[in-house]
């Protein structure tokens, strides 16, 4: 099994920035790949930012594409999402979660593991 627990988020201003953390447990990681996902109010789920877990090749959404960065500490089996240049839009609760083969997947029906969400909510 494994275990994501998130943390950092918060209400922001419009401009502002805020970094998102999910540390990891349970599993060891040597393929794997970690995401973050999003869930806006009345909306699904919808893809975010991946990162693998052993060469640290990343992918965005275009939403998010220049304003988010997706970075890991494997010492520490941790994940982060720095989000500058924050948009009312990007108000929700995030999700990291773990896909336990090294191929890049944006549904969330291909991630077993989750975490329990950390709201963000951004103020224009």
């Known amino acids: 099994q494994v275990q994501l627990v998130e943390s950092g988020g918060g209400l922001v201003q419009a401009g502002d920035s805020l970094r998102l953390s999910c540390a990891a447990s349970g599993r060891t990681f040597s393929s794997y790949l970690m995401s973050w996902f999003r869930r806006a109010p009345g909306k699904e789920r919808e893809f975010v930012a991946t990162?693998?877990?052993?060469?640290?090749?990343?992918t965005y959404a275009d939403a998010v594409k220049g304003r988010f960065t997706i970075s890991r500490d494997n010492a520490k089996n941790t994940v982060y999402l720095q989000m500058n240049s924050l948009k009312p839009e990007d108000t929700a609760v995030y999700y990291c979660?773990?896909?336990?083969?090294?191929?890049?997947?944006?549904?969330?029906?291909?991630?077993?593991?989750w975490g329990q969400g950390t709201q963000v909510t951004v103020s224009s």
């Open positions: 990162i693998s877990w052993s060469d640290g090749s990343t």
């Open positions: 979660a773990v896909r336990i083969i090294g191929v890049f997947g944006s549904s969330p029906r291909q991630y077993p593991y």
